[in-house]
Each structure stands twice: as C-alpha cells, then as structure tokens.
C-alpha cells in the first residue's frame, strides 16, 4: 500500500458519549461527511457528523404514490362501470360513495407501497451480496463503528478510545470489505 492512499479506518466504542468524541475530532480535523461512516445495530439520535445534511425524498414520494393510487383506484371503478354496460334505471352501476371508498384505499395503498420502495431504496437494501465488514461482530454486541476514509498517515488520535481498530483498502466502500489488514 503506498503511504499517500487513502484507505478506511474503522473504530469501535462502548458508548455514544465515546463515539461523539470521536466524531468531533474528525470535524475538527476538516474531515467532511462523505468521508465518514456510523454504524449502529440501535438507533442513536443525534449521533452523525455535524455538517451532514439527511435529505429524504420519502415525503414527496408519499405524496406521488398517493396521488398515482388514487387515479389507479378511481380508473378501475370508472372503467369497470363503463366496461360492463347494465340496465340499473339510470342509476350508476357503482355510486360516488362507493367509488370514494376504492379511490381512498387506492391514494393508502399507493403512498404506503411508495414509502416503503422508497425507504429502501434510500438505505440500499436489500444488501443480497454484501459481505460483512471488519468490524460488524461488534456491532451485534450494540457497540457502535464509525469508519473515516483517510490516509495511512493521517490523524488516528480520534480511535483513542476505540476498542478495536482496522484498517480496509480504498476501493471498497466501508460495508463490503474483502481483504482486512491489521492497523
């Protein structure tokens, strides 16, 4: 490995008062988000690099699959009505209420299935080939890994109360490690 590449650091901590630390040595020493990674089998508020920005396109894509369910849902009455013509005394074969009913289950069902493609797609899952990182048994103990991409030389005072560290080369990203070596 030559000394100037850059390659992922990975740190494990007991406690998310450990793992801020850490987190605020790497802001300090200009690192931005983008180069960081924390990992977590709980959910820890307020524990990710400060200038990260979450951006979620969940909302939008509610909305969208709301609005696609529910013209889906009021063309299926509509045309259905149309597709099977029957004497009924001039009355509509299926009425307003009935149509308002399929068309509100149709606007749930679209933006529940929406949210739910979404949300995975935005966390990458399902991982079918992923192969587990250096660290991960640590993981399943509740403890929490931050992984930083830096070269070999760079400030590594930030795992100071790390529990275990290793190293990963630079072209796998920090989630699907094939070859570990020892920091």
Not at 73 to 86: D, E, G, H, N, V
Not at 129 to 137: N, Q, V
Not at 175 to 183: A, D, I, L, P, Q
Request: aromatic content about 8%.
């Amino acid at each position: 490995m030559q000394r100037n590449e850059k390659t992922w650091l990975h740190a494990v901590f007991e406690s998310p008062i450990d793992a801020q630390g850490a987190l605020q040595k790497l802001t300090e020493y200009g690192f931005d988000s983008n180069d960081i990674e924390v990992r977590s089998s709980i959910p820890l508020e307020g524990l990710y690099p400060p200038d990260l920005h979450v951006r979620s396109h969940v909302p939008l894509m509610a909305v969208l699959g709301g609005i696609v369910g529910g013209i889906c849902a009021f063309m299926l009455t509509s045309l259905t009505s149309q597709a099977y013509p029957m004497e009924t005394g001039g009355m509509p074969i299926v009425p307003l209420p009935t149509t308002g009913v399929i068309t509100f289950e149709g606007i749930a069902i679209g933006a529940i299935l929406t949210t739910v493609a979404t949300v995975l797609y935005e966390c990458g899952l399902p991982f079918f080939r992923m192969k587990s990182g250096p660290l991960d048994h640590y993981l399943a103990e509740g403890q929490i890994v931050i992984a930083a991409f830096m070269r070999a030389d760079e400030y590594s005072d930030w795992t100071s109360k790390a529990v275990a560290t290793k190293r990963q080369g630079p072209h796998q990203p920090p989630h699907s490690v094939t070859n570990v070596k020892g920091v």
